[in-house]
Each structure stands twice: as C-alpha cells, then as structure tokens.
C-alpha cells in the first residue's frame, strides 16, 4: 500500500502499547504526550492496547500524567493479547471508537502483530502510526525496537551471576532467554557474557557437536560451560539430561523468563524511544497515515506498514559467525 495522505487537520491524537510490554514504553508515551501537546493538540492514552480500545477505556493525558514515566519499566497504559481484534468486526468496532473518542491519529507501539491490527484500522480510515516496541528486535524494517537494549543488559547481568556459580562448581549452565522465534537475546547475551555455545532458532543445533565441546572444554582446563539457549529452540532440561548422562558433568538449567522484559530503561531504550515518540506525533501531523517509525542503518526514518510487514528480518551472520570465533577455546 503507498503513503496516504489524510485531509483533514489532526486535533485529537490516541496512543496505545499492544503485545508484550517493553522497557522503554513508557518513554515513548511520554513523548507522544508532550509533542502533541506542544502543538496544540489534545492526546488520549488508550489503556490495555486494542481491547481498551475496543471497550472505550480511554483517558485524556496531559503533560503531567506522562510525568515520573521515562524511568519506569512496563507500560502505565498497560498493555494486552486482544484476540478480539484479529476478527474484522474487533477492528470495525475499534475504528468506530477512534470516531466516537474523535481520534483523528493513533500511534501503536508493539510489534508486528501490532502493526497488523494498525494496518487494519489505517484500511478503515484511522490515521495510524507504529512504534517498534519489543524485546524480541525481531522486526524486519527496523534495527532497533524498544525494549531490546534493556532486556539484553538484564540478561546479561543475571547470566554474570549465574557464570560466577556456574565457575564455583566447575558446573555447565544452560540459560534459556526470551525472544519468541528469534535469536537476537541469545546471540547478544552469547557474545557480551562469553558464552561457550549459542542455541538459536537461526542455525540448527548440532547436539552431538555441543556435548563434545562441553567434554574438550574440560579437557582444556574450563571451570565452566556456559550454554545460552533461546527459546524458539528450547529444550534445556533435554539437553542438560544429554550432557549430565554422557559428560558426567552436574549441569543446570536456569530459564530467565519474564524478568528480561521488566526494569528501568537504559539510556539507548530511553533516547530512542523519545525520539521515535517524537516522530509519529510529527508524521500525523504532516498528514502521513500506515506508516512505522524506524531506525535503520544509523538512521531515523518510516517506512509503510505493509512493506516493512512483508520484509524478512536476517540475523547478522558476521555477528553470528564472529560469535563461534570467540566462543573458542
Ligand atoms: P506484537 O505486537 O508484540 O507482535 P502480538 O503478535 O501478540 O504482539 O500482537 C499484539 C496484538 O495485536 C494482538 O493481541 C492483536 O490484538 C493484534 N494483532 C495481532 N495480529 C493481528 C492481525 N493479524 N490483525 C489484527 N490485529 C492483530
Ligand atoms: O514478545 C515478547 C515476549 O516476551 C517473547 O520474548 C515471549 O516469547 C513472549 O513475549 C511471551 O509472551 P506472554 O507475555 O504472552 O507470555
């Protein structure tokens, strides 16, 4: 779908967060709150992502509601899985409540499930505007998604820890992190914690090949075997019973879960997230609809909705390929 142009000038701007919360969010509402109201404009915040939108359960925000937000974790809007709106007559229902609220401009942060729905509405005639917000980073138009830099540097402290214990015991640890079908976290939380072996969805394991290291590892003297897994691949505990029954050696499982999608923002998930923030706003402004905020290549930019949906996102395979160069030995 090209560009469309609205005719109509923006009064009233609506903002949602939709899909798994992210650190970050909140950072973003905030700035969609201040800008718009910087230029005149009336924002309503939208709680619980599309059902609240559905539901009608939608509040003015002033500049003083998005105060002591760009610091928190989660999303103060609060955020939902609404199954209700995969159906045409959910995001009928919604569209007809962007009239009724006089949402003249919505701005989605969520992932590509998000931007499906917003897609949607945008087909009905709701001016719409997409924030890549994710701890996943597995959105194909865009290298950076709110959330992610938070997510990863948890991990990577909580993986720290877990090496120290691991080292103790001269133990192998497996540490299984989030990401749904992709390996972003994984391969992160592999490079910067110095992991022995990386799981993920985009290479197929060779078990054989990771139980033999674990061996030779202890062989060349390693006090510990540190094995990040993600979660598209799981299967730690099967693996941690291969490497316990042919190894011998006292292997742990430790799954992270949800404490990698909580916690303050860092500083990156803050600055982009104010800035991409920013951007909608201006982007409803000058009349743009079906659009994503991105930035790609070291750049802020959009891109359509429906062209970044049909992209396919490629792991970095310098990135992957330098990871099993350090990996060794
Ligand atoms: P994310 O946005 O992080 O990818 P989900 O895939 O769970 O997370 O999508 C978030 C929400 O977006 C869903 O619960 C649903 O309300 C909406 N959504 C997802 N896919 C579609 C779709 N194909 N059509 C309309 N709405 C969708
Ligand atoms: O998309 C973010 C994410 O945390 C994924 O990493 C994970 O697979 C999924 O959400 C978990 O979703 P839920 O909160 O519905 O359990």
């Known amino acids: 779908m090209s560009e469309e142009k609205v005719d109509k000038t923006i009064k009233t701007i609506g903002v949602l967060t939709s899909g798994g919360d992210a650190p970050g969010m909140n950072a973003a509402v905030r700035a969609v709150v201040r800008v718009a109201i910087s230029k005149g404009l009336k924002v309503v915040g939208v709680h619980k992502g599309y059902s609240g939108l559905i539901t009608g359960d939608i509040q003015e925000l002033t500049a003083r509601d998005v105060s002591e937000k760009i610091q928190r974790g989660g999303t103060f809007l609060q955020t939902a899985r609404c199954m209700e709106f995969m159906e045409d007559a959910g995001v ?11 949402i003249d401009g919505l701005v989605v942060i969520g992932g590509d499930g998000s931007f499906k729905g917003a897609a949607k509405l945008a087909s009905l005639g709701v001016n719409t505007i997409g924030i890549p917000g994710t701890i996943d980073l597995d959105i194909a138009c865009t290298d950076y998604t709110i959330g992610f830099d938070t997510a990863v540097n948890t991990a990577m402290e909580a993986i720290d820890k877990i090496r120290d214990t691991s080292t103790s015991h001269e133990r192998c640890s497996i540490v299984e992190v989030m990401g749904r079908d992709a390996g972003y976290i994984a391969l992160w939380c592999g490079i910067v914690n110095g992991a ?14 990771i139980v033999k290291s674990v061996i030779q590892n202890k062989q060349r003297g390693k006090q510990h075997n540190l094995i990040i897994v993600a979660e598209g691949v799981g299967g730690s505990q ?44 201006e982007l409803l ?14 750049a802020y ?14 792991l970095s395979s310098k990135e992957y390929d330098y990871s099993r160069l350090l990996e060794t030995r």
């Open 238 to 281: 099967e693996l941690a019973k291969r490497i316990m029954d042919i190894t011998g050696i006292e292997t742990r499982v430790s799954i992270l879960g949800y404490l990698q999608r909580g916690g303050s923002p860092t500083a990156l998930d803050r600055m982009r997230a104010s800035i991409m923030g920013a951007m909608a706003v």
């Open 301 to 314: 930019g959009d891109v359509d909705i429906d062209e970044g949906l049909a992209m396919t996102k490629t």
């Open 285 to 298: 402004v000058e009349g743009k609809s079906n659009r994503i905020v991105v930035y790609k290549d070291g």
């Open 92 to 102: 009928k229902r919604g569209a007809e409540m962007c009239r009724v609220f006089g």
């Open 196 to 209: 022995e072996e990386i799981i993920i969805p985009e290479v197929k394991p060779d078990f054989d090949d």
